[in-house]
């Protein structure tokens, strides 16, 4: 089946040690997003890419950063985590925004990344 | 813009009733509203959207009305059943030069059986 991957579900960091997210997908959509999930708040948008091109949202702090080395992969670095930082972190997909259906995303499990 | 909460709301409903889930969103300029499910532990999943020119699309169960005048989304679900119970998230998206997607504040819905 066609889905989104992410690896860890469940990560564990030091307050000031770099830590990497992967995310995957076998959908081979055009776009593809990180959010920030906070318990019982809605998903805040970090950035995308449309293929290559990279958007960065205005109020995601340079701590995060992101690399995407082919359609498939996409990567959340945050360069030194900090107890604010915990939070459960989700990667999702979505069609080019020339398709019938650019506005439907599809969402990873996510991984829920604690702060020591 | 962007939800902030501490608290989500939540709404109760017995088994087999009908629950309805309301959302006000900000944006006048949006082009697609869309609603989320979100179970425990796992990531938002879509369940139905609507375009800004209609004012009523329904799926299996699931009806979503959007009076635009009053900038108001709902999500009725039928019949509702124990598997419905999770986070319900509305999203409108903008043209922004892309298209963004800003997801409003959340209701939690439990199903008692």
């Known amino acids: 089946d066609a889905m989104v991957i992410q690896n860890p579900r469940y990560q564990v960091t030091q307050f000031g040690k770099p830590v990497t997210l992967s995310c995957s997908q076998t959908?081979?959509?055009?776009?593809m997003y990180w959010y920030q999930q906070k318990s019982s708040q809605a998903p805040k948008l970090l950035f995308h890419?449309?293929?290559?091109?990279?958007?960065n949202e205005a109020d995601t702090p340079d701590n995060f950063q992101s690399r995407r080395p082919n359609t498939s992969f996409c990567f959340l670095d945050i360069r030194s985590p900090g107890l604010g930082d915990a939070a459960m972190y989700l990667c999702?997909?979505?069609?080019?925004?020339?398709?019938?259906?650019?506005?439907?995303?599809?969402f990873g499990p996510g991984t829920r990344l604690t702060v020591t | 813009g962007e939800s902030v909460g501490l608290h989500l709301p939540t709404l109760s409903v017995q088994e087999g009733d009908n629950s309805i889930i309301n959302c006000a969103y900000s944006?006048?300029?949006?082009?697609?509203f869309i609603w989320y499910k979100q179970e425990s532990g796992k990531g938002p999943q879509f369940i139905i959207d609507?375009?800004?020119?209609?004012d009523k699309r329904q799926g299996q169960r699931v009806t979503v009305l959007l009076n635009k005048t009053v900038k108001h989304l709902s999500l009725q679900i039928a019949a509702t059943q124990p598997g419905d119970s999770a986070v319900y998230f509305c999203?409108?998206?903008?043209?922004?030069?892309?298209?963004?997607?800003?997801f409003g504040a959340g209701t939690r819905l439990f199903v008692k059986a």
């Open positions: 609507i375009r800004s020119n209609m």
């Open positions: 890419y449309y293929d290559k091109d990279f958007n």
């Open positions: 999702a997909t979505s069609p080019t925004p020339t398709s019938g259906r650019f506005y439907e995303q599809y």
């Open positions: 944006n006048s300029a949006s082009d697609y």
């Open positions: 959908l081979n959509h055009n776009v």
């Open positions: 999203a409108e998206t903008v043209n922004t030069g892309g298209f963004k997607t800003i």
